[in-house]
């Protein structure tokens, strides 16, 4: 099971941090993901991280604002989100997929429900 949390409304340039608490099982072998998807538009890679080696991946629009990672105690994988624009508003969900550096949403196998991002210009 996973749990999103951590969205909200922000101004344009503010940051959130979003986080994903993993209950219910083990994902030792899994690629960990966060996606969005604005209103009217398809769901879309935002980053992911390896739960164990803790390599990441993000999508161009994200590079250099956002990071992912996770702690392997607390069970959580987080997206800090810096220097927010408009066009990052969105429903932001966490995700996992067996594997390693996967970032096909198709290839995600558990979904946790959204959590709202609106950035206000």
């Known amino acids: 099971q996973l749990q999103a949390y951590g969205g909200g409304l922000v101004q344009a340039g503010g940051s959130l941090r979003l986080s994903c608490v993993v209950s219910?099982?083990?994902?030792?072998?899994?690629?960990m993901g966060w996606f969005r998807q604005a209103p009217g538009k398809e769901r879309e890679f935002v980053a992911a991280?390896?739960?164990?080696?803790?390599?990441?991946y993000y999508a161009d629009s994200v590079k250099g604002r956002f990071t992912i990672f996770r702690d392997k105690v607390k069970n959580t994988v987080s997206l800090q989100t810096n220097s927010l624009k408009p066009e990052d508003t969105a429903i932001y969900y966490c995700?996992?997929?067996w594997g390693l550096g996967v970032v096909a949403s198709n290839q995600y196998n558990y979904w946790g429900q959204g959590t709202q991002v609106t950035v206000s210009s």
């Open positions: 995700a996992a997929a």
């Open positions: 219910g099982r083990t994902f030792t072998t899994y690629t």
């Open positions: 991280i390896n739960w164990n080696g803790g390599s990441t």
